[in-house]
T-cell receptor, first 114, second 113 residues
Framework: EAQVTQNPRYLITVTGKKLTVTCSQN?????MSWYRQDPGLGLRQIYY???????DKGDVPEGYKVSRKEKRNFPLILESPSPNQTSLYFC?????????????FGQGTRLTVV | QQQVKQSPQSLIVQKGGISIINCAYE??????FPWYQQFPGKGPALLIA?????SEKKEGRFTISFNKSAKQFSLHIMDSQPGDSATYFC????????????FGSGTQLTVLP
């Protein structure tokens, strides 16, 4: 089954404690990205990657890091989480072959920073 | 700066009615306009999409209307059903921008039985 898998689904952490949210896709997609979803703000892109070792900032990259060492994995790293990073996070992947293709989203990670 | 403005924020419709969600964009370089549907506890999933070379696209009960000159597009859900209750996001993107999608703020649709 084609899917994007995020872990964990829920996470409560304290300010300043480094954390990583993992994302893995099994569709051999080149393009992967991270979004955060906040009420009234929709989905805002944090970082994206067009292929292995190629990453770039999205609209709200401050406080986040990413890496793309393997095509299937795209972890999101919060080096020093703060309460304003409390949000619902989604990883997505899509193919870069041909024209526009569907973005497949994971089920989300609800992060609470206290 | 929000490049895609979506309205209304919430919408309540009776079963069998028509749901209409509107979006407006600013960047004339956008050349792809998808709509995503999100159920509680799930990630968004592509519902329907349109390119600016057509003014309308219909898939079953779902229709996108596109007005290039007004820089607006809308989603119409005909014969709305309780199972359509979800959050709907419009989005816009361009091939020249590494396929980044800019999303609207979302519309929470409730269809009453």
């Amino acid at each position: 089954e084609a899917q994007v898998t995020q872990n964990p689904r829920y996470l409560i952490t304290v300010t300043g404690k480094k954390l990583t949210v993992t994302c893995s896709q099994n569709m051999n997609h080149e393009y992967m990205s991270w979004y955060r979803q906040d009420p009234g703000l929709g989905l805002r892109q944090i970082y994206y990657s067009m292929n292995v070792e190629v990453t770039d900032k999205g609209d709200v990259p401050e406080g986040y890091k990413v890496s793309r060492k393997e095509k299937r994995n795209f972890p999101l790293i919060l080096e020093s989480p703060s309460p304003n990073q409390t949000s619902l996070y989604f990883c997505a992947s899509s193919s870069l072959q041909g024209g526009y293709t569907e973005a497949f989203f994971g089920q989300g990670t609800r992060l609470t920073v206290v | 700066q929000q490049q895609v403005k979506q309205s209304p924020q919430s919408l309540i419709v009776q079963k069998g009615g028509i749901s209409i969600i509107n979006c407006a964009y600013e960047n004339t370089a956008f050349d792809y306009f998808p709509w995503y549907q999100q159920f509680p506890g799930k990630g968004p999933a592509l519902l329907i999409a349109i390119r600016p070379d057509v003014s309308e696209k219909k898939e079953g009960r779902f229709t996108i209307s596109f007005n290039k000159s007004a820089k607006q597009f809308s989603l119409h859900i005909m014969d709305s059903q309780p199972g359509d209750s979800a959050t709907y996001f419009c989005a816009a993107g361009t091939l020249r921008s590494a396929r980044q999608l800019t999303f609207g703020s979302g519309t929470q649709l409730t269809v009453l039985p």
